[in-house]
């Protein structure tokens, strides 16, 4: 199957969960994510806000600020479909800026080079047995890995994998998936 196509049944799906079903799995990858080795020897954490269909990253965000964790979030530049990330302290660091993402105020936040980050949660769409992903289609992620050399990991449910995603030239696949135990 295409990409696209892909992209476009499998949004389909996590739009058709449930509010229960999305609580259920999430507890579980909130669950897991904190107990992994992972998380816990990380002191700067990046992710996105997210946005209604994806997994809630409040709750994580909330989790890495009481253990005095840093979170960085991304602000795309679409003309180069780039990402800097930058270090948000409070719901106030953000605006809507880029379509319907929440992203940091650059005058209020500082900016974090990828090196900086320790471990780096993205986000995906569907993924595969070997941890390539599909995103939202702007390459952001692949760029953006491929400088990358932390710890990448992704939260991912058990409908959203597959055997295998048509992969490109610079795809880049995620290290460590955290999958749900629960159905
Ligand atoms: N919550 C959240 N924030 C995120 C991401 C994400 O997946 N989730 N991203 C993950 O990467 C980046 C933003 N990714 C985006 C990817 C595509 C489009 C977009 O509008 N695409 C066009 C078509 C693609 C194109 O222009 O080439 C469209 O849908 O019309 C927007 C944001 C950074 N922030
Ligand atoms: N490293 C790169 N250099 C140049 N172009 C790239 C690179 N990575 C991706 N692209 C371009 O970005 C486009 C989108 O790639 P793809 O469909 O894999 O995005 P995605 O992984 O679904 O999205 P995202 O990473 O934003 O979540 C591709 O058409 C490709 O041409």
Redesign the pocket.
């Known amino acids: 199957m295409l990409k696209a196509t892909l992209r476009a049944t499998y949004l389909t799906k996590l739009k058709e969960l449930t509010a229960s079903q999305k609580q259920r799995i999430q507890l579980d990858l909130y669950d897991q994510l904190f107990k992994s080795e992972h998380w816990q020897k990380a002191d700067v954490i990046g992710l996105?806000?997210?946005?209604a269909y994806?997994w809630d990253?409040w709750p994580i965000i909330e989790e890495a600020w009481q253990h005095n964790k840093k979170v960085a979030?991304?602000k795309?530049y679409?003309e180069t479909?780039t990402?800097i990330f930058h270090i948000i302290g409070g719901r106030e660091d953000l605006k809507h800026q880029?379509?319907d993402?929440?992203?940091p105020i650059v005058e209020r936040t500082v900016a974090v080079s990828p090196e900086e980050i320790d471990l780096l949660l993205v986000?995906?769409?569907v993924f595969d047995h070997q941890h390539y992903r599909i995103?939202?289609?702007?390459?952001?992620?692949d760029r953006f890995l491929k400088r990358f050399t932390q710890t990448t990991l992704s939260l991912v449910w058990s409908g959203q994998v597959i055997d295998q995603i048509p992969i490109d030239s610079y795809d880049l696949p995620v290290q460590y998936l955290i999958r749900n135990r629960l159905l």
């Open positions: 996105t806000i997210a946005q994806e990253t979030v991304p795309c679409h479909k990402m880029y379509y993402l929440l992203e986000p995906g769409i995103g939202h289609g702007g390459g952001y992620y």
